[in-house]
């Protein structure tokens, strides 16, 4: 999920046609006004798309648990993993907390076997330690087998998410961590990519992530878990065959046509 990310594609807010008045004055003036009606449409879906996937990405904070990102952030190998509200939240799992103490060196291999295929992906250990350790945590403890990724977008931004093992996607540990290894550049998530979701408050990262499958150009507030090495075309299969909303109409922004569970998730040294 969660969580989670987004700049969507105006084609779905196109204005109406600019009418012709006789003069080339009058439809200039058509035009420039209908590309602004579909400038501020494309805005407020962009809003719209980031606001849903940062609210269902991961439980709340427990009350009074509420610290900055630079007060949790992972120093020295060590992370804090703080406690979510799990009496107001029931889709909460709770398999206990990862170690303090984490690897901070290398890569590692995360393999998600799935009813539609197997997905690949190399693990930035070194450069995410804390959402390495709590994926390897969890993937211990077969938190994500049986799972379903609940959320596919086509439209805007082409995302697969899972990693909810109440696949509502407001589920997730009884922990949370701090944000890290933000990408930067002009495209901060490429097609491959697989990112931890979240809430829109910081130190919100959970068990839900997400996969790029297509463009998806979004703010760089999402922790880079790795790349996905073998198993993409896969995945692209999924967005391209679409994503279904809860009466199972086609949707941009619904669960994946095609329904994927994933049998199981491990993560060991990398080959």
Known sequence: ???????????????????????????????????????????V??????????????????????????????????????????????????????PTTVPTTGTQQLTMTTNRGVVKVRVETAKAPCAAASITYLAGRNFFDGTKCHRLTTEGISVLQCGDPSSTGMGGP???????????????????????AKTQDP?????????????????????VLGTVTSGLDGVQEIGRQGAVDPAGQAATDGTPKSPVTITTLTVTPAP
């Open 1 to 43: 999920m969660a969580t989670p990310p987004w700049t969507p594609d105006s084609s779905s807010h196109q204005a109406p046609a600019a009418q012709r008045r006789g003069t080339s004055g009058c439809l200039i003036a058509g035009v420039v006004t209908a590309i602004v009606v579909v400038l501020i449409c494309a805005v």
């Open 45 to 98: 879906a962009a809003v719209v798309l980031v606001q849903r996937l940062r609210d269902e990405a991961v439980p709340g904070a427990a009350p009074g648990t509420e610290p900055t990102a630079a007060a949790s952030a992972p120093t020295g190998g060590a992370c804090r993993w703080l406690p979510t509200d799990e009496a107001s939240n029931p889709n909460i799992k709770n398999v206990g907390n990862p």
């Open 174 to 196: 009884s922990y949370r961590f701090a944000e890290e290894n933000l990408p930067t550049g002009a495209d901060p998530y490429p097609v491959g990519t697989i990112a931890m």
């Open 203 to 223: 130190a919100t990262t959970g068990s839900q992530f997400f996969i790029v499958w297509g463009p998806t150009p979004i703010a760089p507030e999402y922790t």
